[in-house]
């Protein structure tokens, strides 16, 4: 109980302190330039937040299990191409979302069964789906933009309600969701126990093959549910889509507190961490900073919040 006490406490810290770090940025990029705080900007600034946002809570899921997924980002791509395709040949808004979204969340479940019973690191099973999933999007797409969406389709990323992003707020339901799921669940507790130590969530009854497909089914069925929405945003299907967003779902879990060895993350945690990445990349672009060096900035967030998981464990904090 001590344990899990000071667990607790050592997460509210580093959420506290990554919401102080947070108003840092905004106050200083208030200060260096006044477009920051438009209303445009911030809209824009959330539509995209939520988007990554979505994708990173499903990483957490993964992360916590003591895994890696590096196929969000193609399986993202998939649900864009093939919720595309089907809407400009006539089937429905709603069956062409669903179906996707089933699609999306059985790739996912391919590389949990893949990792649990072919015995395959996280890393290979998941690279194996991007590059494999990839390969879908370049096959069903001919390489091309899926144009002429129905108009309710695209409206809808367009939407505001009180002033805020509709965007957001399905970003917000999936948030409540999967914070419940992590916190209020049997489902959750497991998951935990079982990325901390793996032999010892089995010896006390724990499925394993049962959470092993489930985190890898959510984390592609949240990376579809992203597509969707960004299909949405751009109005068109796009066979690129979500390349290189791994990277940034595995930073914003990675920065928010989720420990790379298993067993530790916290949803709010992974919100803040992609707000702050978010803006870091939101404000290089305004004030002119390189992309290049704003990629490199991530690189190095990543790699000093690592770095205090590490020190923090061996410490016993």
Known sequence: MKNVLKSLKGKRVAEANLII???????????????????????????????????????????????????????????????????????????????????????????????????????????????????????????????????????????????????????????????????????????????????????SGINIRTYTYAVYAISGLLSGIAGVLMTSRLANGIPTAGQGYELDAIAAAVVGGASLNGGSGTIIGTVLGAFLIAIIQNGGNLLGINSFILQISVGVLIVASVMIDQKRKSSGK
């Open 21 to 203: 770090i947070l108003i840092v940025f905004m106050a200083l990029l208030a200060v260096m330039t006044p477009n920051f705080l438009s209303v445009n900007n911030i809209r824009n600034l959330v539509r995209q937040t939520s988007v990554i946002g979505i994708v990173a809570l499903g990483m957490t899921f993964v992360i916590i299990s003591g895994g890696i997924d590096l196929s969000v980002g193609s399986i993202l791509g998939v649900a864009s191409i093939l919720s595309s395709m089907l809407m400009v040949n006539g089937v429905g808004i709603f069956l062409s979302i669903l179906f996707s979204l089933i699609v999306c969340a059985a790739l996912g479940m391919v590389s949990g069964v893949v990792i649990h019973h072919g015995k395959v690191p996280p890393f290979i099973a998941t690279l194996g789906m991007m590059t494999a999933g990839r390969g879908i999007v370049m096959l069903l797409s001919g390489a091309r933009m899926v144009a002429g969406l129905p108009r309710e389709f695209t409206q809808f990323s367009q939407k505001t309600i009180i002033g805020i992003p509709a965007l957001f707020f399905v970003w917000l339901l999936i948030i409540i969701a999967t914070y419940i799921i992590t916190t209020r669940s049997i489902f959750g507790r497991n998951l935990f126990a079982y990325g901390s130590n793996l032999e010892a969530a089995r010896l």
